[in-house]
């Protein structure tokens, strides 16, 4: 070997030998693997009509869903857990639809109404308050990665980004139907006829990270790469959001394990080869005819408006060509391609009678239409399974944005289709979903765990139980303001922002525990910075907002003991807490404790903790037990 090559290129040499090794290994080993599997196609099979099994379930079901769930039980030699009682159901079902706890008033009148309809009644009436709608929108902004700065070196602030997670709020309020919701949240600024609320809905396409700087450097090559990542970020938001298949694996090469080939990719990164980042005006053709019409200056009234209204959305331009990229390499162009859906969904059909060259607005229009079309089997299946993940703790799929091979297999297929169906039956209407599985015997179920049941199914998958669960950051946070008598139930508007900015060439946070109503918002109206963490909030495993997080960390860390105990947010709200026990309980004691124990715990004091409580507070002050209420398993945990 000539020495001239150096001791780089000799190490190089046997490099690339291994790692070609290793890969050839790797591919046998995933084919292998795939050939005894369950076939990984199985979400692209059309949603199949399920009829409802016939068991003999001696009564125990109260919808078809506990037919399907009864079945599994059965089968593998289990029986579900009697109903829970009502103290717990009201609290599972309140923080399950609005992410705080009941008051002791609410809990009173649930258990006086010892009518059939008492559940469904409440259930109703926890969807028709505006709670829901600020509760169900966290889990979608966690799918849709949604952050108020750009995130990268500068991390500036998106000054209107806020619109948007306003508008998945009023969505779920008001019960938009989720193929609207899908339909304008990829086109809502091309639909006819064009709203405010679907130009605001495009910010999913934009709501990821945004390398300000890489897209303005230059050199053409490195803004083209950098252009190649925005875009990788919609395709794969838009794949794992809606359809639960990661397109974005397809980038470089065709997917290892779904039939999803490179062309796929490339045809849906053409329908949105004309989406950039920025601001724009939410005002419609509509509002400007008003303006003109009412106007004395139309023009200066128009320009004013549209400087009043500037959402952080998708800003559409003419698109460039896109063509196949070998390997992903911007230097490698293949074919031309046209925009298209998946291949591997046979109805409806992915050629969306298109050209390369057709207008942008189009491509967004015909995929959205395609994306939710009644007989595309992805949607209602993937949105079905998230809201199961998050009234069960689990998807029937466990991987809820990877439907594919490499993901989870249905526990129970038959009744994710039936579920499915129905969700396309009732008109695509999340509240009747949430309904039908509140009201279930399934979901009703004590928590409380069997030996014989846990030797068998120690997780829980067949559902022979309610797993009982941890609330997530939010909750614990807006619970601590709730029982404290100091939450700000304001809705909608600018968040607020509990840090000091320092823009020094580039956007520095330094997090501030500030005092006053504003502060004492829901968490959901805190601005998400990308680059400010929140020590109460990091430490209960609260996702990086860059990221598309379909399901949250749950960790046990001393970090979490650390943070409730100390953190100046959870000393002032026991403080508060205090304050409304002075108030509202009177000079005694016992009925300080009693009062504490019902707002903080749903329930009655048991007499040894009146007894032991007693002498904690006068030793060390009401403050004190609070704050020891406040850092309790049963206040941070749901059964």
């Given amino acids: 070997m000539d020495p001239a090559l150096g001791l780089s290129t000799l190490w190089a040499i046997p490099m690339r030998f291994v790692c070609k090794v290793y890969f050839l290994v790797w591919s046998a080993a995933a084919a292998l693997a795939a050939a005894t599997e369950v076939p990984g196609d199985w979400a692209f099979k059309p949603v199949r009509r399920v009829a409802v099994p016939e068991v003999k379930t001696g009564g125990w079901d109260r919808n078809p869903i506990d037919a399907f769930v009864y079945r599994r039980l059965a089968e593998n030699g289990l029986r579900p857990a009697p109903q829970a009682e009502r103290r717990t159901l009201i609290r599972r079902l309140t923080f399950d639809l609005h992410g705080l706890p009941p008051t002791p008033d609410e809990i009173d009148a649930f258990l006086r109404d010892d009518s059939d309809r008492a559940v469904a009644e409440l259930v109703d009436r926890l969807l028709d308050s505006p709670r829901y709608g600020e509760r169900w929108a966290r ?121 999803i080939p490179q062309r796929d990719y490339y045809s849906i990164k053409a329908v949105f080869e004309g989406i950039r980042h920025g601001e724009r005006s939410i005002l419609t053709a509509a509002d400007k005819l008003e303006i003109e019409a009412r106007g004395t200056a139309p023009r200066l009234e128009i320009a004013r408006a549209e400087d009043r209204l500037l959402a952080y959305a998708a800003n559409p331009r003419p698109p460039e060509p896109t063509y196949l990229l070998n390997r992903g390499e911007v230097l490698e162009k293949g074919e031309r391609m046209t925009a298209r859906g998946l291949a591997a969904v046979t109805e409806p059909a992915a050629d969306l009678g298109l050209k390369p060259d057709s207008p942008e607005a189009e491509r967004r229009r015909r995929f959205a239409d395609w994306l939710a079309h009644p007989a595309n089997p992805l949607p209602a299946r993937v949105m079905m399974n998230r809201v199961w993940q998050h009234h069960f703790g689990r998807g029937l799929v466990d991987t809820p944005s990877d439907f594919g091979a490499s993901g989870g297999r249905p526990t129970h297929p038959e009744l994710l289709d039936w579920l499915a169906g129905t969700f396309l039956r009732e008109g695509w209407s999340l509240k009747a979903m949430h309904r039908l599985i509140l009201t279930s015997a399934t979901y009703l179920q004590s928590s409380e765990g069997r030996p014989s049941a846990l030797a068998v199914d120690a997780d829980n998958r067949w559902l022979w139980r309610y797993t009982p669960r941890r609330l997530e950051a939010e909750a614990v946070r807006d619970s601590m303001l709730a029982v404290a008598g100091t939450l700000n139930l304001a809705t909608g508007g600018p968040g607020y922002r509990p840090f000091e900015l320092v823009i020094d060439n580039t956007h520095f946070y330094l997090p501030r525990d500030k005092v006053g109503p504003e502060f004492n918002r829901r968490t959901i109206y805190r601005i998400g910075v990308q680059s400010l963490r929140d020590p109460v909030l990091d430490s209960l495993d609260c996702p990086d907002l860059s990221t598309k997080t379909p399901v949250r960390g749950r960790t046990t860390t001393p970090i979490q003991a650390l943070a409730l105990m100390n953190d100046s947010f959870v000393q002032r709200q026991a403080a508060d807490f205090a304050a409304r026990l002075r108030r509202e309980a009177g000079g005694a004691a016992p009925d300080r404790i009693r009062q504490a124990i019902r707002l903080a715990f749903g329930r009655d004091a048991e007499p040894d903790e009146i007894s032991a409580a007693g002498p904690l507070i006068e030793q060390h002050g009401l403050p004190q037990f609070c704050w020891a209420l406040l850092n309790a398993n049963e206040f941070i945990h749901v059964r």
């Avoid at 966690?142 to 009023?170: C, H, L, M, P, T």
């Avoid at 938009?176 to 809502?188: C, I, N, T």
């Avoid at 934009?206 to 390398?211: C, S």
């Fill in 139 to 259: 889990h979608w902004l966690d799918v849709a990665r949604f952050s108020e700065s750009q995130g990268f070196e500068r991390d500036k602030i998106r000054q209107n980004a806020w619109r948007y997670r306003d508008y998945v709020i009023d969505a779920f309020n008001h019960d938009l139907p989720y193929d609207r919701f899908m339909r304008e949240q990829v086109a809502g600024d091309v639909l006819d006829p064009p709203t405010r609320a679907g130009i605001i809905a495009t910010g999913f396409l934009v709501a990821g990270p945004y390398d300000e700087v890489g897209n303005g450097q230059k050199s053409q090559v490195m803004r083209a790469r950098v252009r190649e990542e925005d875009l990788e970020d919609i395709v794969s938001a838009v794949g794992q959001t809606f359809l639960g298949v990661t397109v974005n694996c397809s980038r470089c090469h065709d997917h290892k394990f779904d039939p």
